[in-house]
Each structure stands twice: as C-alpha cells, then as structure tokens.
C-alpha cells in the first residue's frame, strides 16, 4: 500500500502554507492521478495559480473542484477572486453569491476586512475617531467608486448582516455620499456609473436587512426626507425616476412602507434594482398574504405576553436571510449523505417560540419525515416563517400562533420539544416549561435554552444604563444608544462583538427586550429533578477549549452530564454561557 491520498493532502497544505509550491504542485498532481476530482488538490492548484498571477488556470482548476463538489464555499470564493481579476463580473457575482450561501456568510466580514481599499477607508475613519471625517476626507476625488467595485462586498450586503463596527461606519459615509450624489443629479443616471448603481442598490438591500439601525445627521436625514418625496412625485406623476434616486430612498425607507409604491412594480428596471425590489416590495407584501393562513391555537392574554408579541411585531426576530443547512440539504439531495435511522423516523416535535422560522426550518431539514409544529407569539414572525418555508419548498411544518404559557389546552403530546431562547422572556419562565414538560411523552427529549445570570452580567449593566438614560425602545432611541456605545468601544467589546448588535430587531432583543429573566445552573438542576427529568448534556462549545479547561478542572472525575460541576466550572469562568445554556433534557419512559 502507498500513501493515502488523505496523508498526501495534508502533506501538500503543509508545503503550500510554507509558500514551498513546486512540492505541493506534484503533490497535488500526483493525487490528481489517483483521483482526478479531488476537490481540495484542485483548490489549492488553484490558489497557487493565483498567487502567481494566472487567474485563467486558477479558474479552471476551481472549476474541476467545484464539479466535484458544488456545495463547497471556499471554491465558489476562490472562483470568485479569479473571475473578479478576469473581469467576468457576472461570474465573480455569481460565485460569491453561492459562496455566501454556502457559509461564507459567517466569514464575509473577516474577508471585506482584507480589502486594501476597505482598509484604507478604515484607517482614514480611525484616525479621527471619534470625531467624524469629511466625505472629502475619507472618499477624496473619486468617490465611493472604488468600494462600489468590490464585488463581494456588493454580494455580502446583499446577502447577510455585515456585523463589524468598522464596516457599520463605513457603510455609513458611503450612504451620505451616495444621497450626496443623488441629490445633485436629476432624473438622469447617464452619467452614473453602473457599479455606483449596483453598489447602492446592495447597501439600500444590507441596510433593509439590519433595519436601518446605522445612524445619520440631521442634515442627512432631511437629504433623504427631500429625496423621498421627490421620488413620490415622479411616481405620481409618471415621471422618470433614476435608479441611483430609487436606490438611496431604499437605502433610508422600506420601499414597502411607501405610499403608492406598488408602482415602482410597474416600470421596468435593471438588474440589480429588480434584486432591491423583490427583498423590499414583493417579499413584504407576501408576508402580508401569509399572516391570513396562520392559525391561532390559544389567547394571548398575560400582560408581559402581550408586551413581549408587540415588540415582536413591530421587531420580528431574528431577520435571517441564509439557510445555515443548504450545503446539508444538497448533500443529502444527492445521496452524499445519508440521514440516520433517529433521522428519518417518524415523529412529532414541537418548536415552542420559533420567532422567523430559522430554528424550525433547520430542524423540518435534518428529519424530513417528522411532523412539526411551530408556535410564536408574533404574527410578523410566523408570516416571516411561512414566506421562507414555501420558498425552501419545505411541506412537513405547521406554523400557529400562540402562548407557551397556554399551551397546555393543545390537546396534543410530543416526541421531541424544542424551546431555544425563549422562555426566558415568559412572565414565569418556570411555568412555562412546566407546560411544555406536560406535553412530552414519556421517553422524549427537550432542547431548552435558557440565559445565563452569570454570564449576562455585560448585558445587565447595559440595560441599567439604558434605563438611567431614559432610553426608550424606538428606533431612535436604540440608534442614539448604539452610538453610544461605539464611542466607548473599549468598555463594550463583547456587546460590539455580538452579531444581535448590528440590527435592530437584534439590539431591541439583546438590551431593550420588554421582559429577560436569567438562570443559574443550580435553578436548572432543581427543576429537572423537580420534574424527573435526566440532564443529557450542553450543546457542543463553538470554541473546543471550553471543555479541554472543564476536563483539567475535574482531573479524572470530569463528568458533562454533572451539573454541579459545571456550575463550579461556570462561576471560575463566568463567559462560558455568553449566547445562553443550550442543553438536552430527557423524560423517563415510564
């Protein structure tokens, strides 16, 4: 027997992360004849290609990887840098599209980061900070052009909440300039350039999806105000509107929001203003549609329900746009993996509190033959939900309207509940899982998740302080204290590092939630024994070190299914639980 091809692989990553090239090329090609589509010899083929400047042999060997496997987000990237450098900006678009679908969305910020023109931008920003820069100052002659031909930043606005300071900033500047720009043409794009346009319509789509949580000066605010009405007029009228003025007005106002705007429909547009169009007209007025289909299965009738559904209607949450599992769904689809027996059984689950339809949707993927159940307090929520399920052509989940607290009239039992995030804003959160273990069977589990009292301490202080600075939860209010805190960026690291920050259904969630209860481990611990129900272990730590520290503390004796040492673990290092306790819990069979 020779060397296995998984030995070569590693062996040839180590001479490409030493820049050794010639070695790791015949390495490479040496397991291409073996095994002509091996994806991971292919992309590195590909970025040594790169690296020397031939973007025409890099593409094509992205594009043998990517044949092998066309779920894999780093390759779509890839292609996408060497097409960017080609000029094929529809190909690049394309690529970092997928590539963003597939994951990349995770990574977007990290990458726009490296940008030379972005860091540029940044720099000039932080040499000032906290003092604002002009647009001369930060843009000079040429403008946002330069920004505005970045194609994967184009496609990361598009595509997911670029949760970063630095970029919120940016992308602030440049939204000023472009209303500058609009401002001062007519009704004319002629001499707009394409990019500019393309990169307006993205940031207008990026600033829909945080909500247009990014602050602006009064001047600006009455820019955008005058531009707005404006573009009412031309609609009334029948006048022409330029694409650039359509785009900036989106960048400031829900298109949906607008009076009369199902006009815009009418008249034809580019592209990339169509794109705008459908994620700020069609999609809405869809949700509209939704909410008649969803059932209501109990009143709401507590006072902090009812508190707690007002902010979720005005504030659905969370406003996701990427399907974490469609690498997943595409595997499976194709047979590369196939679902377990727990997996492809039969089996009734429930999603208490399935606020957009994330949670629910991943679960009715993983166990495509299991009945779901999706209950919310927030109509918005639920119509959300429903218009993303139809569009993944989802059929096995049933979306309703009700209260945890009331759901013990269902009438109905579950193999499997799952309630993550969400009792904790219950009047009683104890009360409310006490329903949702009466409607358990017997031998099924519960995913629960639950805040932290230990870890939320950062969160605590931030609400103490919004409550002595009389901060309201209106989007004004929660804009103004944003920027308070990023001028005291060093005393808020671990809020400006939470992606709930960088929207505003997100921040109302994290610091202005009507209602938030934490939990201690201990108050945990009773209950289940209260209940007798077994503690089946937390979910895996993003970061892998958290249990290596938990098995060093209990040398010999460390045992995850003990809460007792994890609430000594917790208490030495209080940040463990920072997102919340995610855990498994089970009810005996008898």
């Known amino acids: 027997m020779g060397v296995s091809i998984a030995d070569l692989a590693a062996e040839a990553s180590r001479f490409y992360g030493m820049r050794r090239f010639n070695e790791a090329q015949q390495i490479c090609r040496q397991i291409l004849a073996r095994e002509a589509g091996h994806v991971q010899s292919l992309n590195l083929l590909g970025l040594m ?3 020397s ?6 593409a094509k060997a992205f594009a043998k990887a990517i044949a092998s496997d066309e779920v894999n987000a780093a390759c779509h990237f890839n292609a996408g840098n060497s097409y960017q450098a080609l000029g094929n900006r529809a190909k690049a678009a394309t690529h970092f599209s997928k590539a963003l679908a597939l994951g990349m969305d995770a990574k977007a910020v990290g990458f726009i980061l490296q940008s030379p023109v972005v860091t540029s931008y940044v720099g000039r920003i932080a040499s000032k900070w906290p003092l604002p820069v002009t647009s001369v100052e930060l843009f000079g002659s040429e403008g946002v052009a330069p920004l505005a031909r970045d194609l994967f930043l184009r496609s990361a606005m598009e595509a997911t909440t670029l949760a970063s300071m630095q970029l919120e900033v940016l ?30 319509c993205a940031l207008a789509r990026q600033c829909f999806i945080n909500e247009y949580v990014y602050a602006q000066t009064e001047a600006e605010s009455e820019g955008a105000g005058a531009l707005r009405d404006r573009l009412l007029q031309d609609l009334t009228s029948g006048a022409a509107i330029s694409p650039l003025t359509l785009a900036v007005v ?30 700020q007209l069609r999609e809405p007025r869809e949700e509209i549609e939704e909410r008649t289909a969803v059932a209501t299965l109990t009143p709401i009738k507590n006072s902090v329900s009812v508190d ?11 406003r996701w746009t990427v399907n974490p599992l469609t690498a ?10 196939v679902a377990t027996a727990d997996q492809q059984a039969e089996r009734d689950i429930l999603i208490a509190g399935c606020g957009t339809g994330s949670h629910a949707i991943q679960i009715a993927q993983v166990y495509p033959n299991a009945r779901l159940l999706a209950v919310d307090i927030s109509m918005t929520s639920l119509a959300y939900a429903r218009r993303k399920t139809r569009e993944l052509g989802l059929r096995n989940i049933d979306y309703a309207q009700a209260d945890i607290l009331e759901l013990g009239s269902l009438g109905r039992t579950f193999d499997s509940i799952e309630s993550v995030g969400v009792l904790h804003h219950l009047a009683e959160p104890l009360a409310g899982w006490r329903v949702l273990v009466s409607l358990l069977r017997p031998g099924g589990t519960m995913r629960i998740g639950l805040y932290s009292d230990l870890a939320r301490r950062v969160i605590v202080e931030a609400r103490d302080r919004i409550a002595a600075r009389n901060y309201r939860a209106t989007a004004d209010d929660i804009s103004r204290c944003r920027q308070d805190i990023f001028r005291e960026a060093d005393k808020w690291k671990s809020l400006i590092g939470a992606k709930d ?27 289940l024994g209260e209940h007798g129900l077994t503690f089946g272990g937390f979910e895996p730590f993003d970061d892998p070190a958290v249990l290596d520290r938990f098995r060093k503390q209990f040398p010999g004796t460390a045992d995850e299914t003990d809460l007792d040492q994890w609430h000594r673990f917790e208490v030495d290092h209080p940040e463990t639980f920072w997102d919340m306790y995610v855990f498994m819990a089970g009810k005996s069979a008898r």
């Open 49 to 51: 290609a790169q690296a």
């Open 53 to 58: 400047g031939d973007h025409r042999a890099a």
């Open 171 to 200: 992308l602030g500047y440049a939204r000023a300039e472009l209303l500058r720009l609009a401002g001062e043409q007519g009704s004319d794009d002629g001499d707009v350039d394409d990019d500019i346009v393309a990169f307006a």
């Open 250 to 279: 989106a960048a400031y106002f829900p298109l949906h929001a607008l009076p009369a705007a199902d006009a815009l429909l009418r008249r034809d547009w580019p592209a990339t203003v169509a794109g705008l169009l459908r994620v």
């Open 308 to 318: 707690v559904m007002r902010q979720y209607e005005e504030n659905p949450y969370p």
């Open 328 to 337: 997943f769904a595409a595997d499976r689809a194709r047979g590369r993996t």
């Open 501 to 527: 920050f960088y929207s505003m259904s997100g921040c109302r969630d994290l610091l202005f939630n009507v209602m938030e209860h934490r939990l201690t481990i201990p108050a945990i611990a009773a209950f």
